[in-house]
């Protein structure tokens, strides 16, 4: 098991905690004991803490990429970057406008993971943009993780060979079908 002290990413030290915070706290490590290892959810859970005790901008942003790849990878790398990033706005998304958002945003965040993974030269990456990325990367995790432990569907398919099949039908969900007729 890893230990260490949480670093949270600065755009929390004003966060003020409410009593809601704690109930979703509860149930959410309920059901995290129980994930099955190994699976999907089980590597982004262990990712997500592994990047939440290192204080390295690389190495945190490395793992909340294992943790987003881990939930929203496709088995075989055919159009890896694409693919990941309509997964995950398909996921998160909550309108359509919001996915189209999010989809940009993950290309563009997978594109600087793989100049870090590759070892080039991050001089490029200026202070604000890495530390926005980080933070957009540390939320796109959470909000994945709250989601599926919060749906006992959702994390059977995450937790199963299901996984695959669930995340090439989001397109053709009818998420919002409503919204353009």
């Known amino acids: 098991m890893l230990w260490g002290r949480l670093a949270a990413h600065k755009e929390y030290m ?24 190994p699976s999907a959810v089980w590597v982004a859970l262990y990712s997500l803490w ?3 005790i290192d204080k390295t901008w690389e190495v ?3 793992f909340f990429w294992i ?5 929203f990878g496709p088995d075989d790398s055919r159009e890896m970057t694409f693919r990941l990033s309509q997964r995950l706005a398909l996921f998160l998304g909550t309108n ?17 993971r793989s100049k870090v993974t590759h070892g080039i030269r991050l001089d490029k990456l200026k202070s604000e943009t890495a530390d926005t990325i ?12 709250v989601k599926i432990l919060q749906d006992d569907d959702l994390v059977d398919a ?23 007729a």
């Open 67 to 71: 943790a987003l790849e881990g939930l």
């Open 134 to 145: 980080l933070f957009e990367a540390e939320i796109c995790v959470r909000k994945a993780l």
């Open 50 to 52: 592994t990047a939440l």
């Open 158 to 180: 995450f937790t199963s060979r299901r996984r695959e099949e669930y995340l090439d039908g989001l397109p053709f969900s009818n998420k919002w079908r409503h919204d353009f």
């Open 60 to 62: 945190r942003y490395l």
């Open 14 to 37: 004003n966060h003020k905690l409410k009593s809601s915070d704690f109930k979703l706290a509860s149930s959410l490590l309920k059901r995290i004991v129980g994930v099955k290892r």
């Open 96 to 112: 359509p406008v919001e996915s189209l958002r999010l989809f940009n945003d993950a290309k563009r965040s997978y594109g600087w």
